[in-house]
C-alpha cells in the first residue's frame, strides 16, 4: 500500500508557516569591489564567514517579513538559508545569495527569478491579544 504526500504538506509539529515568494535572485562574494571597505561585515553587523549559507535581501522584502536571521528556503538548493544582510534601498523584490569568495560560481549563477520559502512563526500570525478576547467572548473591559 502506497502513501502518497504532496511535497509542500506542512509538518504538524512544524513551528513554522513557510511563506512562498518569487524573486530575483542573484549571488555576491567577500570582496571589496562588491561590498564595501569592510567585504565580510554585514549591514546589519554579522560576520560573514566563506561556506555560510547568508542572504542579502532588499529592503522591501525586510517589510514583507525577511526579518535579519529570517530562514529561507530557495528552489534547487537543499540548503536553508538566513538573512544576515541588506541590500541598498534602489533593489527591489530581490536575493542576493552569499557565495563566499568563490567569483566564478557567483558568476555562473548569474541573475534568476526563483521561488523561494521564508519562515514565519505560527505564534506570531496569531490574532492580536484584543481580537482573541473579542473571539472567546470576553466583553470590553472599559
Known sequence: MALLIGCKEEKKNDPYIWIPLEVTATAYNSVQSQTNEDPTITAWGDTLVPGMKSLAVSRDLIVKGLKHG?????????????????????????????????????????????????????ENREPSSKATKLKQGVENEY
Open 70 to 122: 529570517t530562514m529561507v528556503r530557495i528552489e534547487n538548493f537543499p540548503d536553508t538559508f538566513f538573512v544576515n544582510d541588506k541590500m541598498h534601498h534602489r533593489w527591489r523584490n530581490k536575493i542576493d545569495i552569499y557565495m563566499g569568495k568563490d567569483r566564478k560560481r557567483a558568476k555562473e549563477w548569474g541573475r534568476r527569478k526563483v521561488c523561494i520559502e521564508y519562515a514565519v512563526l505560527k
